[in-house]
């Protein structure tokens, strides 16, 4: 390696960059652009494991797009994942008094310890209906990447 090398994106790289993450259409989810840049570890989870694999093996200063399909993305819409909710799970899992608006993201104990969370999609007088799938499952996504510093 020469001494002019610019240092590159490594699975435990310490990075300072601008990131956007934008639908289909361009409307932003996430950007830092025209703000503060991001300090990030890889490997630390701070951003979605398929992102951390585009940034692998950039170089310092690197400006980068990623078009990502779904699958590459939050992967697809799993019909699987819309379920019924008996009202009796839903009062456990829930505030004294909630009053649940369809649309709402509703966090649920999961069985066996740990969080998850669905999207109320439909009340009725026995169950509501949840979509357990990932906001941003089934979209295209472009991921934006301006490498500042690689440590």
């Known amino acids: 390696m020469s001494s002019n090398t610019l240092p590159v994106v490594t699975e435990s790289a310490y990075l300072t960059l601008h990131y956007r993450l934008s639908s289909a259409d361009g409307t932003d989810i996430v950007t830092t652009f025209g703000g503060t840049p991001a300090t990030l570890m890889l490997g630390q989870g701070q951003l979605a494991p398929f992102l951390e694999q585009r940034l692998l093996g950039l170089e310092e200063g690197a400006q980068a797009r990623f078009e990502l399909s779904p699958a590459e993305g939050f992967g697809e819409r799993n019909p ?56 941003l499952a089934g979209q295209p996504l472009t991921f934006e990447v301006q490498l500042i510093s690689v440590l």
């Not at 994942?81 to 505030?95: C, F």
């Not at 649309?103 to 069985?111: I, Q, T």
């Open 80 to 135: 699987e994942l819309i379920q019924a909710v008996s009202k009796k799970t839903l009062d456990e899992n829930s505030e004294l008094d909630a009053n649940y608006q369809v649309g709402d993201l509703v966090d649920f104990a999961a069985p066996g310890g740990g969080r998850f969370a669905g999207v109320l999609r439909e009340l009725r007088d026995d169950a509501a209906v949840f979509d357990f799938n990932h906001p």
